[in-house]
């Protein structure tokens, strides 16, 4: 059941490749499956103990950190091996909910792609966030797209003559939703994905914390899914495309706890609507208020810093 919306997941008409468990749910990432249900991409087996088998990128596993890092050539491009790889492309926003996404993805085996937006935010400090989390996280690859969103206006996360929220959740759709968002991002996802055989998308959407975004809820997964599937050359060819949104039922607390358990730094992350250059937070946004009370809510200390902090 999706608290934001009232209604089961089983309610849902489930796009072409996702299945059902025996419990009756969707095996679906989003939704609790385990990696033995997954149905891996062509070009990918199980090793002897069951899990997938995963290249290391052109290097040799003593040379992985903990949370690992993107392989390079001595020219300095991003190496991957031609066999044996599951690859995801991961939204990742510089904020807390993608860090944590991304390290989910990784844990599960996938080579992951990083890809951002420059969209027109108030601020780059956020993208220069999802450069460290990025490399921290052991993406092999990070993407930057420039597509300023900011044009068509309609945010006050794009527009600075509007004020942003300060007052927490109010009813109906946020100022700072920006129109269209997710759908364009997981467009550019797709198109991605397709072209170095990767078949799941990752991105971080909540439907807890701000319920009111139509392209957090799960039924905005479920048809983006369906899509992927209709409108490219590997869906209709029998390869489906699968979108995981693992925290989408999350409180921010659980967010934090998780990504804690995977070692994500929270310290790199920046969420703030309005942070300086420096990367330092407002403390009085709505997205400052949520982080902070999730770290309280989890009881752990927070990282953030702030521009009144010494």
Not at 4 to 11: I, L, N, T, V, Y
Not at 73 to 83: I, V
Not at 203 to 209: I, L
Not at 254 to 272: E, F, H, K, P
Request: some cysteine.
């Amino acid at each position: 059941m999706s608290a934001a919306h009232g209604r089961s997941e089983d309610a849902l008409k489930l796009p072409r490749g996702v299945e059902r468990s025996e419990e009756g749910s969707p095996t679906h990432a989003a939704h609790g499956r385990s990696e033995d249900a997954l149905k891996l991409p062509r070009g990918v087996e199980r090793s002897e103990e069951g899990s997938p088998t995963h290249a290391a990128h052109g290097r040799s596993e003593g040379a992985l950190s903990p949370r690992g890092g993107p392989a390079q050539s001595a020219e300095g491009h991003t190496t991957h091996a031609a066999h044996g790889e599951r690859r995801a492309i991961v939204l990742l926003s510089g904020g807390l909910d993608s860090a944590t996404v991304l390290a989910q993805a990784r844990a599960q085996g996938y080579a992951c792609h990083a890809l951002s937006l420059r969209y027109g935010q108030r601020h780059s400090a956020e993208l220069d966030a999802a450069v460290r989390v990025a490399a921290a996280l052991g993406a092999v690859r990070h993407e930057i797209i420039d597509l300023d969103l900011g044009r068509f206006g309609g945010s006050a996360l794009t527009d600075s003559s509007q004020a942003l929220p300060t007052d927490g959740a109010t009813t109906g759709i946020p100022v700072t939703y920006v129109p269209a968002r997710n759908t364009v991002l997981l467009a550019l996802a797709l198109s991605w994905a397709e072209a170095v055989g990767a078949h799941d998308l990752f991105y971080g959407a909540n439907a807890v914390d701000y319920s009111g975004y139509p392209d957090c809820r799960p039924a905005f997964v479920a048809a983006f899914e369906q899509l992927a599937n209709l409108a490219t050359r590997d869906g209709v060819e029998g390869r489906p495309f699968r979108v995981h949104a693992p925290i989408i039922d999350m409180s921010k607390a659980d967010i934090i706890r998780t990504g804690l358990r995977l070692g994500v730094d929270y310290a790199m992350t920046v969420s703030c609507y309005q942070a300086d250059t420096q990367g330092r937070a407002c403390g009085v946004c709505d997205s400052c208020r949520i982080r902070a009370a999730g770290f309280a809510a989890a009881g752990v200390a927070d990282p953030t810093r702030y521009r009144d902090a010494s």
